[in-house]
T-cell receptor, first 113, second 112 residues
Framework: NAGVTQTPKFQVLKTGQSMTLQCAQDMNHNSMYWYRQDPGMGLRLIYYSASEGTTDKGEVPNGYNVSRLNKREFSLRLESAAPSQTSVYFC????????????FGPGTRLLVL | SQKIEQNSEALNIQEGKTATLTCNYTNYSPAYLQWYRQDPGRGPVFLLLIRENEKEKRKERLKVTFDTTLKQSLFHITASQPADSATYLCALVPSNDYKLSFGAGTTVTVRA
């Protein structure tokens, strides 16, 4: 039981390049989330998926897109990376949408030059 | 605007002492408040959840209080150990939503 896994662990991009961050969970959770964490700031929600087949914008969605591929997988895409997207990205999951705790992946460190 | 504020300064304490962390919020009506622990280079890990109608919750050496009048939660680590050194995040769940809003965290260092 791996919990929440994320790939890659670390990535360097040049401005304008695109990439997809992958996330998978093996806990049969319905809800999945993408956050970014910047120094001195709390985790900020980028996008979330309350259940398979649905996605919705969070607090900071600009410059990102997501795909809920199936119940297990939730990917985050940067179409044209910008230096302001340099951050640590965390994927999380929860059983549902009734205020349960969230389980986080190990994070992806992204550096955009 | 909505705001969640945790101790702005890092907390350095001696082993065996009690660490007390503060989480203050404005313009929220939280139904739940959660505390997470985050170690360097890792994702947050859930520790405790307290509901708006609960005053206090305990788990082993951890204690959380929740005062909706003061709009504040206190997180206590008693008999602290060097292994408790980490960043601790508070997160609110509004009554009309299920998504978490996080504070920036407080870094605790316990000296042996």
């Amino acid at each position: 039981n791996a919990g929440v896994t994320q790939t890659p662990k670390f990535q360097v991009l040049k401005t304008g390049q695109s990439m997809t961050l992958q996330c998978a969970q093996d806990m049969n959770h319905n809800s999945m989330y993408w956050y970014r964490q910047d120094p001195g700031m709390g985790l900020r929600l980028i996008y979330y998926s309350a259940s398979e087949g649905t996605t919705d914008k969070g607090e900071v969605p600009n410059g990102y897109n997501v795909s809920r591929l199936n119940k297990r997988e939730f990917s985050l895409r940067l179409e044209s990376a910008a230096p302001s997207q340099t951050s640590v990205y965390f994927c999380a999951s929860s059983a549902g949408t009734k205020k349960e705790t969230q389980y986080f992946g190990p994070g992806t460190r992204l550096l955009v030059l | 605007s909505q705001k969640i504020e945790q101790n702005s300064e890092a907390l350095n304490i001696q082993e065996g002492k009690t660490a007390t962390l503060t989480c203050n919020y404005t313009n929220y009506s939280p139904a739940y408040l959660q505390w997470y622990r985050q170690d360097p280079g890792r994702g947050p890990v859930f520790l405790l959840l307290i509901r708006e109608n609960e005053k206090e919750k305990r788990k082993e050496r951890l204690k959380v209080t929740f005062d909706t009048t003061l709009k504040q939660s206190l997180f206590h680590i008693t008999a602290s150990q060097p292994a408790d050194s980490a960043t601790y995040l508070c997160a609110l769940v509004p009554s009309n939503d299920y998504k978490l809003s996080f504070g920036a965290g407080t870094t605790v260092t316990v000296r042996a």
